[in-house]
């Protein structure tokens, strides 16, 4: 007789350099702050995961630098894992409840219009010589 079937932990599926959660892309990303030790790092999220999200800055931030990342209310801690051509690979400590990320992608679906309407309101009151 032989042993029983011992499936693979997911952990051994998952190739190396690859995520282990499906990611949520932001289409143009979502404002973010990264709050590490160097400073803070405006940003936008470009996609996200239960994991971790792929943020675009402005500047270089260093690996392996830990900080919190904040969005829309939702706030994670974790570690820079990469650093390349603007934009960082930020890895969290414990992963994000699911109704966060359907928050964010709620959030993310309404927000182009919203910025668009923001914006024809600051053009708005710029043209009628209200202070912006």
Do not use: Y
């Not at 932001?26 to 702050?33: D, E, F, H, T």
């Not at 209310?73 to 890895?91: L, N, T």
């Not at 927000?111 to 209200?130: C, K, L, S, T, Y």
């Amino acid at each position: 007789m032989s042993a029983p079937f011992v499936p693979p932990s997911p952990a051994a599926a998952v190739p190396p350099g690859r995520r282990a959660d499906s990611r949520l892309r932001l289409g143009a990303g979502l404002p973010c702050r990264l709050v590490l030790l160097s400073g803070t790092q405006t940003g936008r999220v470009e996609d996200i995961s239960a994991t971790g999200a792929r943020i675009a800055v402005g500047t270089i931030v260093a690996t392996g630098a830990e900080g919190v990342l904040e969005v829309n209310g939702v706030e994670a801690f974790g570690e820079v894992v990469w650093c390349r051509m603007g934009h960082v690979g930020f890895h969290f400590d414990e992963k994000l409840a699911l109704e966060h990320l359907v928050r964010l992608r709620h959030f993310s679906d309404g927000f182009g219009d919203h910025e668009r309407q923001r914006r024809e309101r600051i053009a708005h009151d710029f043209v009628n010589g209200r202070r912006v």
